[in-house]
């Protein structure tokens, strides 16, 4: 089945830098892949996806890239700021298949630093 | 809409107890899933259910049942608990080709 790698598990920034985030996945199916946000004692939210027929897609601040042959998609953040502080997941699924089932990584604690 | 509502908030058990975490949503999405978060951990996939009386194994599945009996809910029952479930259960739902939508989670003790 589908595996998911996050890197790093723990990041301290300083605001205003960027902050990267990198995830490889296993299964080559694999075609729909979100990022989430969770805050402290708070639930999952999404921040933003990509689908496999996109290498790039960008929101204001955040960006996530896709290298299909590669098998690996990453999360960039830029002039972070102390409300970033979170921990990001990401995530991996056939979107669209049987069951839309995510497979998470085990996550980043993503700390900015004022 | 109120999206994914999870009851109750908090709960401790004791060894042995069972109860049920409720899961509802009002998005009228097919699919709906059950995750357990351990402290500093991602999420498991418990159970999943595509469909009102369709339900499928996750990653993490021994020692919980489920059921779907409408479109809307998706309750999860532990049998026998045991001090290993203790961890934040967060039920989620989606369409089959878009993002899923978590509740508010539910933050069991068993002692």
């Known amino acids: 089945g589908e595996n998911v790698e996050q890197h790093p598990s723990t990041l301290s920034v300083q605001e205003g830098d960027s902050a ?11 075609n729909y892949f979100p990022w989430y946000k969770q805050e ?23 960006a996530v890239t896709l290298n299909k042959t590669a098998k690996h998609f990453s999360l960039h953040i830029t002039e972070t700021q102390p409300e970033d502080s979170a921990v990001y997941f990401c995530a991996a699924s056939k979107g669209g298949g049987a069951t839309n089932k995510l497979i998470f990584g085990t996550g980043t604690l993503l700390a900015v630093q004022p | 809409n109120a999206g994914v509502t999870q009851t109750p908030k908090f709960r401790i058990l004791k060894i042995g107890q069972s109860m049920t975490l409720q899961c509802t949503q009002d998005m009228n999405h097919n699919y709906m899933y059950w995750y357990r978060q351990d402290p500093g951990m991602g999420l498991k996939l418990i159970y999943y259910s595509v469909g009102a009386g369709i339900t499928d194994k996750g990653e993490v599945p021994n020692g919980y049942n489920v059921s779907r009996s409408t479109t809307e809910d998706f309750p999860l029952r532990l049998e026998l608990a045991a001090p290993s479930q203790t961890s934040v259960y967060f039920c989620a739902s ?9 509740g508010p989670g539910t933050r069991l003790t068993v002692l």
């Not at chain 1, 990509?50 to 601040?61: A, F, H, L, P, T």
């Open chain 1, 40 to 62: 402290l004692g708070k639930r999952p939210q999404l921040i933003i996806d990509i689908r496999s027929n996109v290498g790039e897609k960008k929101d204001q601040r955040i």
């Open chain 1, 20 to 30: 990267v985030i990198k995830c490889t996945y296993s299964d080559s199916a694999s």
């Open chain 2, 94 to 102: 989606s369409t089959p080709w878009d993002t899923q939508y978590f």
